[in-house]
């Protein structure tokens, strides 16, 4: 999952990338309104977290420049006044949620993944297919209630396709959505990942969760469950 | 005492200024006029006299009298009661000729002593009346060269002066009462004129205070313009000044709680998060917030009469929070029914009546089970120029218990003894209501939650 961090102030920027970062997503930053939008545009993100006081284009402005751009991921704005006039016109220019500074981290990153979770079409926090379940909250994988052990990168290539249950993902969304900017996109270790997704979660080939499309890219071929 | 109006004052001493100049001049003209009329009296009766004299011959007992063709000539001297009367007096007193007009009026002239002299002057008749007379001592020699000296007197009637004076103040009165009412009249209208751009500033000043217009029109006349061009500025400079200050206050939030954003993240990051003191300064960071928090939100609320702000379209801006927290709680299903009396207006700031209502429908939202209810109706009030609002925030949650229903709102409750991020929002709520002249009361829904009731009266 890719995020954008907006907030101009340095220290906050930094250490709230950086405990992102060590959740397991993939973070951009920008440090004031254009750079914000630059980056809202031009990367492919999941979620943008946007301060509302931003130097050069506002927090408010921008969220209403990318919603004018159709970009539709998730929103959540950070207030430093907590006046409810910013929050309904931050919702009202398409926003998602708010936090309010100062927030505790967990916080934040409960309304990050209920948005994520939202995004997806999920409703439930816990993502269910059939025997596979994802917990985001605790980063636990289950096949038929047994724990699978993945690594890191593992767990976000499957995270991100369990979010899109059902949608065909490509090799290169998957590259964009999971290696940071710099990284060398070599789409055969996306491969190789997959490989071993699948042997982790379906060692007997009986479930077969992952779809290959050829030249297209992959699908969680799970169905769903009814009530998630 | 209310101080009178500008027209009444205005027309009041014009009308005291028309009597002083209208007396003056009627008194003027009526001075005049008797005067002028005295003089012409007096030449008829000089002439009177004159040919009373011209025509006097002598008699057989050494007197004078007019002769008969005189007499006859001058029918009036023969008419008793006519109001013209001839007398000729001997130096001895007694009557040398009397006119028959003079009979029964009881008539006695004044006869100069001297020769030559004259006695011009009124007299009374028996009946009341007066008459103006004129009486003229002379010589007169006879044929027979004897002289000898005869008071000549002619009087006349006043009666037809009177008539005539009254003739002319009747009409004088009649034109200068005509005058002064068209001069007033047309005073009035002057005045209306005049004061239109005043009443104008009244009536914009009623539109402004029930929120019709946000400031006064222009082109008003060069006197006036100093006025509304600073009450103007005036209004404009409260405004400006509002959203500046708000947007300082702003600045301040936001320069002061991103570091304590920041300390937050430091706290709960890997070096800090199991240290013993982490949750403690954590702690002290939530206090700082709170502070903060409670502090701004005091500073910020405007509680202002509204006056040059439009008024606030209450549906609008309660759908736009209705639509807002709908999205933040979308995972909770929960039904949120609005219902606004059509063109119920908040007479005050947006953001005071947004900053009421989102805590207090936030609230509704944390604890509703399913359901929240806001109705706003209108209050009027017959006196009032602008209405009031009753705004209901029902829920199904678990309500309110009845022992924290006055502690809750308290205004006085310290900041330190609170738990971070509870009840400031309401204890806001109550003072922002406060400052806007209304007041909240908790009681339990029929929904089975709480309710809370914010009343706005009519002012």
């Known amino acids: ?228 | 005492m209310q101080p009178q109006s500008l027209s009444t004052r205005l027309l009041a001493s014009v009308s005291v200024l028309l009597i002083l100049f209208f007396g003056i001049t009627i008194f003027a003209l009526d001075y005049v006029f008797r005067d002028l009329t005295t003089k012409a009296m007096r030449d008829r009766l000089e002439v009177q006299l004159i040919s009373l004299i011209t025509a006097s011959e002598e008699d057989s007992s050494g007197g004078l009298r007019p002769s008969a063709q005189h007499v006859d000539a001058t029918a009036r001297f023969n008419t008793p009661g006519s109001g013209l009367y001839g007398e000729i007096l001997r130096s001895d007193g007694y009557p040398s000729w009397r006119s028959i007009s003079l009979t029964g009026t009881g008539l006695v002239f004044e006869a100069p002593a001297v020769i030559g002299g004259r006695h011009f002057g009124q007299l009374t008749n028996a009946d009341g009346s007066n008459v103006l007379a004129l009486s003229r001592r002379l010589e007169w020699q006879f044929d027979n060269g004897v002289t000898r000296s005869f008071v000549y007197s002619v009087a006349e009637d006043l009666g037809p002066y009177y008539a005539q004076l009254n003739n002319f103040r009747g009409q004088m009165f009649g034109w200068f009462g005509v005058l002064m009412l068209l001069l007033l009249g047309a005073i009035a209208v002057l005045v209306r004129r005049l004061l239109a751009p005043l009443r104008r500033v009244e009536r914009e000043i009623t539109a402004i205070e029930t929120g019709e217009m946000t400031e006064l029109g222009g082109g008003y006349p060069r006197e006036l313009l100093g006025i509304t061009t600073n009450l103007n500025t005036l209004l404009r400079g409260e405004r400006e000044r509002l959203a500046r200050y708000r947007n300082t206050l702003g600045n301040l939030a936001h320069s002061f709680k991103t570091p304590l954003a920041v300390m937050r993240n430091l706290l709960g990051g890997d070096g800090a998060r199991d240290l013993p003191i982490a949750k403690q300064l954590d702690e002290q960071v939530g206090r700082m917030d709170d502070i903060v928090k409670y502090q701004l939100k005091r500073a910020a609320a405007s509680g202002s009469t509204g006056l040059g702000l439009a008024p606030v379209d209450v549906g609008q801006a309660l759908e736009a929070l209705r639509g807002a927290l709908l999205k933040v709680y979308i995972e909770r299903n929960l039904t949120c029914t609005l219902q606004v009396e059509p063109n119920a207006l908040f007479f005050g700031d947006r953001e005071d009546l947004t900053e009421i209502a989102g805590n207090l429908l936030d609230n509704a939202f944390k604890w509703a089970r399913r359901e929240i209810r806001l109705t706003v109706s209108r209050l009027t009030s017959p006196t009032a120029r602008r209405d009031g609002l009753l705004m209901v925030f029902e829920d199904d949650g678990p309500g309110i218990p009845l022992a924290q229903r006055t502690h809750v709102l308290e205004r006085g409750a310290r900041l330190d003894e609170r738990v971070s991020g509870q009840g400031i929002g309401l204890s806001v709520v109550r003072e922002l209501i406060g400052l806007n002249g209304g007041t909240i009361a908790i009681d339990s829904s029929a929904l089975g939650g709480a309710r809370i009731e914010v009343r706005l009266p009519p002012t």
């Open chain 1, 1 to 228: 999952m890719r995020l954008l961090v907006v907030e101009d102030d340095k220290a906050l920027r930094e250490s709230l990338v950086e405990q992102l970062k060590q959740a397991g997503f993939n973070v951009d930053a920008a440090a004031d309104g254009e750079e914000g939008l630059y980056c809202g545009r031009e990367y492919a993100i999941d979620l943008a977290i946007i301060d509302l006081g931003l130097p050069k284009l506002p927090g408010l402005e921008l969220i209403r420049k990318l919603r004018g751009e159709s970009k539709s991921y998730p929103i959540l704005i950070l207030t430093a006044r907590d006046r409810w006039q910013d929050k309904v016109e931050g919702l009202q220019a398409g926003a998602d949620d708010y936090v309010a500074k100062p927030f505790h981290f967990e916080e934040l990153m409960a309304r990050v993944q209920a948005l994520l979770r939202r995004s997806g079409g999920w409703a439930q926090p816990v993502l269910k297919c059939g025997p596979v379940a994802l917990d985001p909250r605790t980063q636990e994988v289950t096949v038929n209630d047994k724990k699978v052990e993945l690594t890191s990168f593992e767990y976000r290539i499957l995270e991100y396709l369990i979010h899109r249950a059902g949608e065909v993902i490509s090799k290169t969304e998957l590259t964009e959505r999971l290696y940071a900017q710099d990284f060398d996109r070599d789409s055969n270790t996306i491969e190789v990942f997959i490989g071993r997704l699948r042997r982790k979660l379906d060692p007997d080939d009986t479930i077969k969760p992952i779809e290959t499309l050829r030249g297209r890219g992959y699908r969680f071929a799970l169905q769903r469950d009814a009530a998630t």
